[in-house]
């Protein structure tokens, strides 16, 4: 089944303490992306990948680390976690190119105290 | 980045109502997507829809993308449609911009 996982799918923590949201396709896509979904703003970006090796910034990167070592892998780092992170994160993928949907992954619900 | 403004922002249908939602952008966009959170955070993809008009069952969407703008229908609307409707655009650079939703909610 084609999809995107993410774990863990729930997630609470301490403030100062690092931690790795891991994210996974099965669908060979090149392009990977993380949000961020907190109540009244909708789902803002946070990092996304075009391909290995290649990530940019996205609206909200302050906080967060990304890698891109293989093509199905996306991890979401926060290297000392804070309150304000407190969020509901989604992973993302589809092809490159002009005209491909995004596919959404089930969420991680990470809560910093 | 490109705005993108949702409305109305809450809805409340009776089941078997029509409704139509709307999702204005401030720039040119390459591509625009809407979406259904369920009530379980789950986001569900209903159209991929750049330009042009799309059905699916009792949904349809249609894009005026000269106007700036999408437009998401649905139609004998059913309890199980509850939920937040997003729309979201991808410009050139492939960054994507949500809007803040549509919570809708469908009562027996």
């Known amino acids: 089944e084609a999809q995107v996982t993410q774990n863990p799918r729930y997630l609470i923590t301490v403030t100062g303490k690092k931690l790795t949201v891991t994210c996974s396709q099965n669908?060979?896509?090149?392009?990977m992306s993380w949000y961020r979904q907190d109540p009244g703003l909708g789902l803002r970006q946070i990092y996304y990948?075009?391909?290995?090796?290649?990530?940019d910034k996205g609206d909200v990167p302050e906080g967060y680390k990304v890698s891109r070592k293989e093509k199905r892998n996306f991890p979401l780092i926060l290297e000392s976690p804070s309150p304000n992170q407190t969020s509901l994160y989604f992973c993302?993928?589809?092809?490159?190119?002009?005209?491909?949907?995004?596919?959404f992954g089930p969420g991680t619900r990470l809560t910093v105290t | 980045g490109i705005q993108v403004e949702q409305s109305p922002p809450d809805l409340i249908l009776q089941e078997g109502a029509n409704s139509t939602l709307r999702c204005n952008f401030s720039?040119?966009?390459?591509?625009l997507q809407w979406f259904h959170q369920n009530p379980w955070g789950q986001l569900i993809n209903l159209f991929y829809?750049?330009?042009g008009t799309k059905q699916n069952g009792r949904l349809s969407a249609t894009t005026v993308a000269t106007e700036r703008y999408s437009l998401l229908y649905i139609s004998s609307s059913q309890t199980t449609d509850s939920g937040v409707y997003f729309c979201?655009?991808?410009?050139?650079?492939?960054?994507?911009?949500f809007g803040t939703g549509t919570s809708l909610t469908v009562i027996p």
């Open positions: 993302a993928s589809r092809r490159t190119g002009l005209s491909h949907e995004q596919y």
């Open positions: 669908m060979n896509h090149e392009y």
């Open positions: 990948s075009m391909n290995v090796e290649v990530t």
């Open positions: 720039d040119s966009v390459n591509n």
């Open positions: 829809i750049p330009s």
């Open positions: 979201a655009v991808e410009r050139a650079g492939n960054q994507f911009y």
